[in-house]
């Protein structure tokens, strides 16, 4: 009976023990992961080190918190929030812990000091700091949920804030009520929407909570019955579309719950951790979990396999990480694995995406500042040998991890003694130093020197380089001399190879290359390539030399499926080399390349160039003239080592980087870059402030004085130097601005107007295109339509008005040229009417009869007569062309006239004259006065007893000459046209008329001065 039962028992357990197997997953005998992280740090622009969370709005944004400040990332540029006493809408607190989005954009955050929002459309941060009067504790966690009510924990305990109302409500624990927390020390709190439910991890259990009606479950209000409720110390928990997953520290166990049955579906244990004291637990978008415990230890749980293996980070690796502690993880579109730490922002791609890492630190000697990896081959059996610096000639099971190394003998000579080449047939290893070549039996682990011609062994003569052939083993010396070593029959060939070296002249930069077409080529040092013709038993040179600069500064070369050669130059960039035009092509910096300082070349099975140099690589497409550029982060802290590269035989590319190995995937190029990458507009720098873009700011609007500014772009990718991005603006640039790996578009002086700006990011066969953003830029009102068109009708008007007063003023010109013409005309006849007046054989006889009885009795009065007649005749000839003179000038000579007349008339005719003398300057047409008077006499008849009164006196700036009259029975010679042939002269010369006023005793004649 006793055996029965034993062996009852003994079933019972064997079946408890595979039970518990199958349901927990050891630790115990995992291999680790060998992850290399590189960090973005504050020297990069991040605010603080120590980042506690990370968020990745709807806008494509990471936001980043840390202990001094909040980050917005774009993948190039950091923003930061600080706090400012002095104001109330920025950050509550620069200490950030938690972040959500809610369903407006906004960006909460949980401080040191309450909580806040920040508003994207007004850039202005809104703070909640106290319930009650009484101050919020330090705040951790924070979550929006479905319907955008904002709960967050803190010191205190759960919070509820309700969005519409504004109103914040307390959630503590009450001892009193069932449905209760818990505890109020809580370690996070996570949104199950599809149950209306929040789960929160707290001291004494988990929890959760129904949205609707606020009421807690946890082991003391259990009416489901979940098992895995209880009172234990809940360090954190996660939620993964249907599952809970937290850390249960007393039972030591990672637990996994599915939410729709509320079964718990997997356990995880960690036997070898005397404690589980787990920070976070991060799941990524394939599922996989990403375990961070408090010792700073990083374990990842494989979602299909269920392993679980440590990642390791050990300092020796490569960079200090001493007390990192892994706070986030955001896991990106194209792949690449984003946490924060307290070290700054880690990232990796993992190695199943674009290449294999092979850490051999502890198999190269780092006191040796220059020791590398330098010389490879691969063997049948998918196992490598490598060659290093300091003549160790290794085997590598990159399978099974495990290495076994042979010492080559010292060599004492001042030239190079490093393992430059090995070749390796089924049976033997053939190492190549400067010195001299050396063999390794594989079976017998014996290791000899190979005996050579006397040829190689000379003390000037040195190994450069060897290649294998099938059963050929050929080296090429420092002289004129490749060597052609027959394996199976230990023979030598010699062959000739020109040189162009220069006497005393030493360099290792001499090579051979196989052909697609199997043939021989050797780079002639400094002058071009020359092919091995065996039938005349030496190699013959090109006849097209290169004839380059960077002929005297290039490495190894290789040969495409096209049968072009590729070859790296220092400081020269990458060339081609066309052996059968015999022309070259050559990339640089400025053409897309990583690095001009290039040091190895692959062609990979798709035809792509993979370049080398140092701890940058990149792969150029031909076909699209395209460089996708990448960096390894390793080495980077000096450049004291060769970068190599080689084909494997399953057609992936070996790096040699220093002490490690790189296996670069050819066919992964594609999965390294996903056009899901969102390509972000970040922001518009002006002159004084930055404008931060969202999707509550889709367009700007800019000043006429804002005409300069700079717009920054990214993908969201730390590694940005895959990407090549190229941008317009709509309406200003007539095509796309290629600018390389710069993420920042500056213009200048833009015109006012309506523009889009787009830009685009390719990588690879991969094309991120970003969405149109408009930008508006005001106009110098100047500068607008309606001004233009303004300005332009007011040119038209004075255009219109200018000609019509051209048109009037030509008129007018016409106008007074017939006036003038009919003034001459008049002027001519009143001239000659005058001429006649005064010629007048009545006038000259009366004259010459009062003369001759002067001359009888008075002989001297005779004289002044005559001398004053002719003044008088002298007068009208000389002012005859004279349209005015001077009213005093016209005084003076019709006085003459005036005595003459007096002689002949005496006291039967008075003239009176009263003129102020501020008249005398002005004008009156010539001879006037003596017509005005000649008209008077001529008509009124002149007696002593009845005299003839003329009067001369100045009214309203007029010369008036009035008479009395005293009118002839008849007048001899009038033509009746002295005074209407006066009224039109002066018509001509002055918009005052003539004036003729006659009464029945008074005859007045009013003539405008001039």
């Given amino acids: 009976m006793a055996g029965k039962i034993t062996k009852y028992l003994l079933k019972k357990s064997l079946f408890v023990l595979l039970l518990w197997l199958g349901f927990c997953h050891l630790l115990i005998g995992q291999e680790k992961l060998n992850y290399e992280f590189s960090f973005l740090k504050e020297e990069d622009g991040l605010s603080n080190n120590h980042i506690v969370s990370m968020l990745r709005d709807r806008d494509g944004f990471l936001w980043i918190a840390t202990i001094d400040g909040l980050n917005r990332y774009d993948g190039s540029h950091f923003t930061v929030f600080k706090a400012d006493y002095k104001g109330s809408t920025t950050l509550a607190n620069n200490a950030v812990h938690g972040l959500c989005e809610d369903k407006d954009g906004n960006i909460w955050a949980t401080t040191d000091d309450g909580i806040c929002y920040y508003n994207k459309k007004t850039n202005k941060f809104q703070s909640y700091k106290e319930l009650n009067g009484q101050k919020f504790a330090r705040c951790y966690f924070i979550i929006c949920d479905k319907k955008g009510d904002i709960w967050f924990a803190g010191d205190m305990g759960l919070y509820h804030l309700a969005k519409k109302t504004q109103k914040i409500t307390s959630l503590f624990r009450n001892s009193g009520p069932v449905n209760s927390i818990s505890d109020d020390d809580i ?51 996660t939620i993964n579309n249907n599952h809970l997953i937290f850390a249960d520290e007393i039972r030591l166990k990672i637990v996994v719950v599915n939410l729709l049955n509320k079964k718990v579906v997997a356990e995880y244990n960690w036997p070898g951790k005397k404690s589980l004291k787990v920070n976070h637990i991060f799941v990524d978008k394939d599922h996989n979990y990403w375990i961070s415990f408090q010792d ?103 399978h099974a991890n495990t290495h076994e190394t042979f010492q080559l003998p010292p060599e004492y000579s001042n030239n190079h003694k490093y393992i430059h080449t090995i070749c390796e047939t089924k049976e033997t290893v053939y190492a190549a130093t400067h010195g001299g070549i050396f063999w390794l039996n594989k079976k017998t682990k014996q290791l000899a020197k190979l005996k050579v011609p006397a040829k190689i062994v000379a003390d000037s003569v040195f190994v450069m380089t060897m290649v294998l052939n099938k059963d050929v083993l050929w080296i090429r010396t420092s002289t004129t001399m490749v060597f052609a070593y027959h394996i199976s029959n230990q023979k030598w060939e010699e062959f000739f190879l020109l040189s162009y070296l220069p006497k005393n002249f030493y360099t290792t930069r001499m090579f051979l290359e196989f052909d697609k077409h199997g043939d021989l080529w050797a780079n002639l040092y400094p002058r071009g390539f020359a092919k091995l013709s065996k039938r005349e038993h030496k190699f013959i040179k090109r006849e097209a030399a290169l004839k380059e600069d960077f002929e005297k500064w290039l490495f190894q070369f290789r040969a495409d499926s096209a049968n072009h050669f590729w070859y790296p130059t220092m400081g020269y960039g990458l060339v081609k080399y066309d052996m059968e035009k015999g022309t070259i092509q050559n990339w640089r910096e400025s053409d897309g390349l990583m690095f001009d300082h290039c040091m190895a070349v692959c062609p990979d099975k798709f035809g792509n160039i ?278 005093e000038h016209e005084i003076n000579f019709v006085k003459n006239y005036i005595d003459l007349q007096n002689s002949r008339f005496e006291d039967g005719l008075v003239i009176n004259m009263d003129i102020p003398k501020e008249y005398l300057s002005d004008g009156i047409v010539p001879v006037t006065l003596q017509n005005l008077f000649e008209n008077a006499i001529k008509h009124n008849t002149i007696e002593d007893e009845k005299p003839l009164v003329i009067s001369v006196y100045v009214e309203d700036e007029c010369l008036i000459v009035e008479n009395n009259i005293q009118k002839k029975a008849y007048v001899e010679t009038s033509n009746k046209q002295g005074l209407e042939s006066l009224k039109k002269l002066y018509y001509y010369l002055t918009s005052e008329p003539v004036e003729i006023i006659e009464t029945d005793k008074v005859f007045k004649v009013k003539v405008p001065l001039l």
Avoid: C
């Fill in 187 to 237: 370690y996070s709190i996570k949104e199950y929407p599809q149950e209306n439910m929040i789960w929160i991890a707290t001291v004494r259990g988990v929890n959760y909570i129904d949205i609707n009606t606020k009421k807690f479950y946890n082991s003391t209000n259990n009416p489901a019955k979940f098992s895995f409720l209880n009172t234990n110390v809940i360090n954190t928990l």
């Fill in 610 to 887: 993979w370049v080398g140099s140092f701890h940058k690589f990149s792969i150029f497409n031909p076909e699209k003239n395209y460089f996708q550029n990448f960096r390894i982060p390793y080495n980077e802290e000096t450049n004291q080592y060769r970068s190599y590269m080689f084909p494997l035989s399953n057609q992936h590319i070996l790096a040699l980087q220093k002490n490690v190995l790189i296996e670069f995937i050819p066919e992964n190029i594609s999965i390294n870059t996903s056009s899901n990458n969102t390509l972000l507009i970040n922001s518009v720098q002006l002159a004084d402030t930055t404008l931060l873009l969202s999707n509550q700011l889709k367009s700007i609007n800019l000043g006429v004085d804002d005409n300069n500014f700079s717009i920054s772009y990214a993908v969201l990718s730390p590694a940005q130097e895959q990407y090549r991005y190229y941008y317009q603006l709509e309406g200003f640039d007539d095509t796309w601005v290629e600018a390389g790996s710069k993420t920042v578009a500056n213009y200048t002086r833009i015109p006012g107007g309506n523009y889009t700006f787009r830009v685009k990011a390719v990588a690879g066969n991969v094309e991120i295109m970003s969405s149109d953003f408009p930008v508006h830029i005001a106009t110098h009102f100047y500068k607008t339509y309606w001004f233009l068109a303004t300005v332009l009708l007011l040119i038209a008007a004075i255009v219109y008005f200018v000609y019509r007063y051209r048109v009037k003023q030509s008129n007018e010109v016409h106008r007074l040229q017939a006036q003038t013409s009919r003034l001459e005309k008049d002027k001519t006849e009143i001239q000659y009417q005058n001429l006649i007046n005064h010629l007048n054989p009545h006038f000259l006889f009366n004259s010459l009869t009062s003369l001759n009885s002067l001359i009888l009795t008075e002989p001297k009065q005779a004289s002044k007569f005559l001398q004053k007649l002719s003044l008088i005749y002298r007068y009208i000839l000389q002012n005859k062309e004279k349209e005015s003179v001077t009213l």
């Fill in 296 to 398: 700073h230890d990083l374990f990842f749980i494989d979602s299909k396999t269920k392993e679980i293996k440590e990642v390791d980070y050990n300092p020796a690796r490569k960079r200090e990480f001493t007390n990192v502690q892994f706070k986030d993880l955001y896991h990106n579109s194209d792949g690449m694995l984003l946490f924060g730490t307290s070290q700054g922002l880690a990232y990796l791609e993992p190695d199943d995406l674009l290449y294999k890492i092979y850490n051999l630190n502890d198999i190269v000697d780092n006191k040796e500042p220059a020791e590398s990896f330098s010389a490879f081959a691969e063997s049948a059996d998918k196992t490598w040998w490598l060659g290093n610096w300091t003549r160790k000639l290794i085997h590598f099971n990159p």
